[in-house]
């Protein structure tokens, strides 16, 4: 978004050509940096929020009155929360980009109905393992 908005409205306003396309990538980049890091923070809050509050439920807690002990596993609870539902997001996330992957790819090939199927559960396992493998190898460097 940041990209085609600062493109456009460079380009609206006579800039030279040089100068909204470097604008241009610098605005796309910056939106990609801050898309990636506020997504892991948003995802992390919510899980630490969701987290926080079952526990406070399940013990049956309120946090005006509650003890050290009390807010200390909440707190606990809350952070294992937050780990969680980062590490699930990104499977989620690995599952879901590689189900739309296949579609498009078995929508581009226009196979029959029966085959279209067998190739999209396909092509869906190997953008799976190609995603996984990719990301432990990521992570270990």
Same mark, same amino acid.
Request: net charge positive.
């Given at each position: 978004?940041?990209?085609?908005?600062?493109? !456009?409205?460079?380009? @609206? $306003? /006579?800039?030279?050509?040089?100068?909204?396309? &470097?604008? %241009? =990538?610098? +605005?796309?980049? *910056?939106?990609?940096?801050?898309?990636?890091?506020?997504?892991?923070?948003?995802?992390?809050?919510?899980?630490?929020?969701?987290?926080?509050?079952?526990?406070?439920?399940?013990?049956?807690? !309120?946090?005006?009155? @509650? $003890? /050290?002990?009390?807010?200390?596993?909440?707190? &606990?609870? %809350? =952070?294992? +929360?937050?780990? *969680?539902?980062?590490?699930?997001?990104?499977?989620?996330?690995?599952?879901?980009?590689?189900?739309?992957?296949?579609?498009?790819?078995?929508?581009?090939?226009?196979?029959?109905?029966?085959?279209?199927?067998?190739?999209?559960?396909?092509?869906?396992?190997?953008?799976?393992?190609?995603?996984?493998?990719?990301?432990?190898?990521?992570?270990?460097?």
């Amino acid at each position: 978004m940041g990209f085609f908005t600062v493109y !456009h409205w460079f380009l @609206a $306003r /006579g800039a030279a050509p040089t100068a909204h396309w &470097v604008l %241009a =990538i610098l +605005a796309g980049l *910056a939106g990609i940096v801050l898309a990636v890091f506020l997504q892991r923070v948003a995802v992390a809050v919510a899980g630490f929020l969701v987290g926080g509050w079952y526990m406070a439920g399940l013990l049956g807690v !309120h946090f005006a009155t @509650a $003890r /050290g002990v009390d807010l200390l596993l909440i707190l &606990v609870v %809350a =952070i294992i +929360a937050a780990v *969680a539902a980062v590490w699930v997001f990104d499977l989620a996330l690995v599952v879901l980009s590689s189900l739309a992957g296949a579609q498009l790819i078995v929508e581009a090939l226009h196979p029959r109905p029966g085959p279209a199927r067998l190739l999209v559960v396909v092509l869906l396992g190997v953008g799976i393992a190609i995603q996984l493998g990719w990301t432990a190898r990521r992570q270990e460097a």
